[in-house]
């Protein structure tokens, strides 16, 4: 089973890692069909790195919106619907893609296998900033190759549109997949807030949706101080 693919990346005030995940794209050994940079109105210089890189490479889709939303999902949706491809990958600007990621999510759905797919690995790429070494674990994600995740990656978009795509809530979880996803093997780099300009909207959100989880947290860091 064939099938087209677009990566979906929706983006606000990237100007730093931005060109380490177009960067990486460049690398893959599929290379996916159509890209899509959705900018939420940033005021840094993200959004002319997203036009240059789209003005040399003519599959590649910039929108800029009028106004800034903090519903993220909502942008997601938005671009899943505008896609023309089979299968559509939801990829953070602040990622970076090991060289096979696209071709190990895509082939599964391609190949009839699963409708979602996940990567099993997440390591941090910044962790040598003081910020995204002391709050936050080097390994954000692993796990078992065949077993399934709540985050796709990728997913075939009929399947997604069908399922009602994201739920449209701001926080942590906003990107939970309406469908189940198979875990394969590949690795995704996430480079984790290194300033406190960076940090505290993000301490904001996991406030906001989960505050158990920040104060299993603070408890932990305090007490592996003392220890």
């Known amino acids: 089973m064939k099938g087209t693919c677009c ?15 177009l960067l990486s794209l460049e690398s893959q050994t599929l290379r996916p069909d159509h890209i899509m940079l959705f900018d939420n109105k940033s005021i840094d210089n993200s959004p002319r790195i997203a036009q240059d890189y789209a003005a040399t490479h003519p599959n590649v889709i910039y929108k800029r919106f009028s106004k800034h939303t903090a519903n993220v999902p909502k942008r997601r949706n938005l671009a899943a619907k505008l896609s023309k491809d089979d299968i559509i990958l939801f990829i953070d600007a602040d990622m970076v893609l090991a060289p096979d990621c696209v071709e190990q999510l895509v082939t599964p759905i391609r190949e009839g296998r699963a409708e979602a797919t996940a990567h099993n690995k997440e390591l941090v790429y910044n962790g040598t900033a003081w910020i995204a070494r002391t709050f936050f674990h080097q390994v954000r994600v692993d796990l078992p190759v065949g077993s399934t995740s709540p985050v796709a990656r990728a997913i075939r978009r009929t399947t997604f549109l069908r399922n009602g795509g994201f739920e449209g809530f701001v926080g942590v979880g906003d990107d939970t997949s309406p469908k189940p996803a198979l875990v394969v093997k590949t690795t995704i780099y996430h480079n984790n807030p290194s300033t406190w300009r960076e940090l505290l909207p993000w301490v904001r959100r996991l406030v906001f949706s989960n505050p158990g989880y920040v104060f299993k947290a603070i408890l932990g860091r305090v007490f592996k101080r003392k220890a």
């Open 7 to 21: 990566i979906i990346i929706p983006f606000y005030n990237e100007e730093q890692y931005l060109p380490q995940l």
